[in-house]
């Protein structure tokens, strides 16, 4: 068992958070997490009132709390009324600024988690308010500004938070698959960690079977980060963030190329749409982190939270009695 400042401040079991991944993170997974002893997040995403309402109420009864990206909240202000008025375990809040938002989510009584990727995002958040900042490395999978990496990012950050804001919690992101990365984390300095592309792969996750298959036979080096399919998307996301997601004919075709996918939109931009549909991962994206080479079956989420929760803390132990026999 481990027992950190975020199971203490959560009342929680496991120091482990459900990645809210639009769409991705529905009830069924959030539930699930927050049931074998870790946090559930709703993914929010891009902002679906219909989706929100309806998986806000699936939930009813176990504690989760949502996360929204916050450039499209911004255009859709009303659906953080929607999450406040379901009472969430917590708010979080990625890619933007989260000052807009800080005030409405603590006069809530609602902790407010907000996702960095620099230093400077660091600050931002602290000066917002923020009760946990998420320190994501480029290693994540789905969008980011990857220029960090998580094993140098969470310490930077866990400094910055002890010199400026000591009571704040730190969570580490982006590669985190296993106990390793758990145990890692907790060493650098975190409080815990959020997961995204290890609880992608799970029974409960509203993720295609042919695409967790696919990922389940890829790894880390079938990766990459990438504009090309928010271009085909027309998801207008701000510099400086892309996604990392698997390789596939799609992203080898267009990848470098984005001015002229840009010109020929249209005729690709349907392409795409039959791709989904038919569940074509040739050219429909699997948004994964690296940490996909460490995911080789597809688990209850439950099983997920508890294993790597039991691994960690033996990790975590076994080192301990020979870190004391060494200092001594």
Same mark, same amino acid.
Request: charged share 30%; glycine share 12%.
């Given at each position: 068992m481990l027992t950190t400042r975020l199971t203490h401040a959560f009342g929680i079991e496991h120091p482990v958070v459900l990645a809210p991944m639009d769409v991705v993170s529905g009830a069924r997974l959030a539930m699930a997490v927050t049931d074998a002893g870790g946090l559930g997040l709703l993914g929010g995403g891009y902002g679906d009132e219909r989706w929100l309402k309806r998986e806000?109420?699936?939930a009813a009864g176990t504690r989760v709390g949502c996360g929204f990206i916050t450039w499209s909240l911004a255009r859709r202000p009303g659906l953080l009324d929607i999450a406040l008025e379901h009472r969430p375990a917590a708010v979080m809040l990625s890619f933007g600024d989260p000052a807009p938002f800080a005030d409405r989510i603590r $006069?809530?009584?609602v902790p407010l988690i907000c996702q960095v990727h620099?230093?400077?995002?660091?600050?931002?958040a602290l000066d917002a308010?923020?009760?946990v900042v998420v320190a994501q490395g480029g290693e994540a999978g789905g969008h980011g500004a990857g220029t960090r990496s998580t094993f140098t990012l969470v310490p930077d950050i866990?400094?910055?938070i002890a010199d400026r804001s000591p009571g704040t919690l730190l969570l580490g992101a982006g590669g985190v698959a296993d106990g390793r990365g758990l145990a890692a984390a907790l060493a650098l300095g975190a409080d815990g960690v959020l997961v995204g592309t290890r609880f992608w792969a799970t029974e409960e996750a509203d993720a295609s079977a042919? $695409?967790?298959a696919r990922a389940v036979a890829a790894d880390?080096?079938?990766t990459l980060r990438t504009t090309v399919y928010d271009i085909v998307r027309r998801y207008d996301w701000p510099a400086p963030y892309d996604a990392r997601l698997l390789r596939n004919q799609f992203v080898e075709r267009w990848h470098g190329r984005e001015s002229e996918l840009d010109a020929h939109l249209t005729e690709v931009a349907a392409e795409f749409t039959a791709a989904l549909a038919e569940q074509d991962f040739d050219l429909a994206n699997v948004i994964v982190g690296e940490g996909v080479g460490l995911v080789r079956e597809i688990l209850p989420a439950g099983e997920v939270v508890r294993r790597m929760a039991q691994d960690a803390a033996a990790r975590l132990g076994r080192w301990a009695p020979r870190t004391a026999a060494l200092g001594g």
């Open positions: 806000f109420a699936t $006069a809530a009584g620099t230093l400077d995002q660091a600050r931002q308010g923020a009760d866990a400094d910055l042919r $695409a967790q880390g080096d079938d």
